[in-house]
T-cell receptor
Framework: EAGVVQSPRYKIIEKKQPVAFWCNPI?????LYWYRQNLGQGPELLIRYENEEAVDDSQLPKDRFSAERLKGVDSTLKIQPAELGDSAVYLC??????????????FGSGTRLTVV | DAKTTQPNSMESNEEEPVHLPCNHSTISGTDYIHWYRQLPSQGPEYVIH???SNVNNRMASLAIAEDRKSSTLILHRATLRDAAVYYC???????????????FGQGTILTVHP
């Protein structure tokens, strides 16, 4: 099993530029999450998908962030335009059934974004 | 979300047991206690979870207090590879948009000395 795959691993962009992150979850996992992790902090949930539906996007800054999960499999997270404060690690995770508490999350290795 | 309190950091020697505490005095009857850990430059990984009874798996043991207001993650023989940030998380099981949600705190940084 390949695990949750994220790309790119690292990204450096200038402020005001757009950036996109891609996530391929574990096959068969219907729940997908995007988290943001600032340096020295725990991950914070940005958005959660159940199949192709975003069921919790309350923490997603919708003025500049957008996400999609077409066909309920792969997902992309986009920032446009990026700001200096967006520098962080963006983590994707998947779960067999997010609502069932006995299913753990599997995280990818994340994308480290640096905005200069 | 119910909150957890963990020490900022702990240290251990290799091959010794490690007991990582977590306080969750406001836990509700339907909250599961989950533990994740995050190795350097990696995403968090699931360690163990439980509701009321103590749990064991190949990675660790979870001891849950009788009143469920605290729990302890036990690594029986720490190795250098166990050096990580350990997160204790309460996972809501009551429904609504927070159903099953994982909310991370700052965790405990575990340092293992050779």
């Amino acid at each position: 099993e390949a695990g949750v795959v994220q790309s790119p691993r690292y990204k450096i962009i200038e402020k005001k530029q757009p950036v996109a992150f891609w996530c391929n979850p574990i096959s068969g996992h219907n729940t997908l999450y995007w988290y943001r992790q600032n340096l020295g902090q725990g991950p914070e949930l940005l958005i959660r998908y159940e199949n192709e539906e975003a069921v919790d996007d309350s923490q997603l800054p919708k003025d500049r962030f957008s996400a999609e999960r077409l066909k309920g499999v792969d997902s992309t997270l986009k920032i446009q335009p990026a700001e200096l404060g967006d520098s962080a690690v963006y983590l994707c995770a998947s779960s067999l059934n997010g609502a069932a508490t006995h299913y753990g999350y599997t995280f990818g290795s994340g994308t480290r974004l640096t905005v200069v | 979300d119910a909150k957890t309190t963990q020490p900022n950091s702990m240290e251990s020697n290799e091959e010794e047991p490690v007991h990582l505490p977590c306080n969750h005095s406001t836990i509700s009857g339907t909250d599961y206690i989950h533990w994740y850990r995050q190795l350097p430059s990696q995403g968090p990984e699931y360690v163990i979870h439980g509701l009321t009874s103590n749990v064991n798996n190949r990675m660790a043991s979870l001891a849950i207090a009788e009143d469920r207001k605290s729990s302890t993650l036990i690594l029986h023989r720490a190795t250098l590879r166990d050096a990580a940030v350990y997160y204790c998380i309460l996972r809501d099981n009551t429904g609504g948009t927070s159903y099953g949600k994982l909310t991370f705190g700052q965790g405990t940084i575990l340092t293992v000395h050779p």
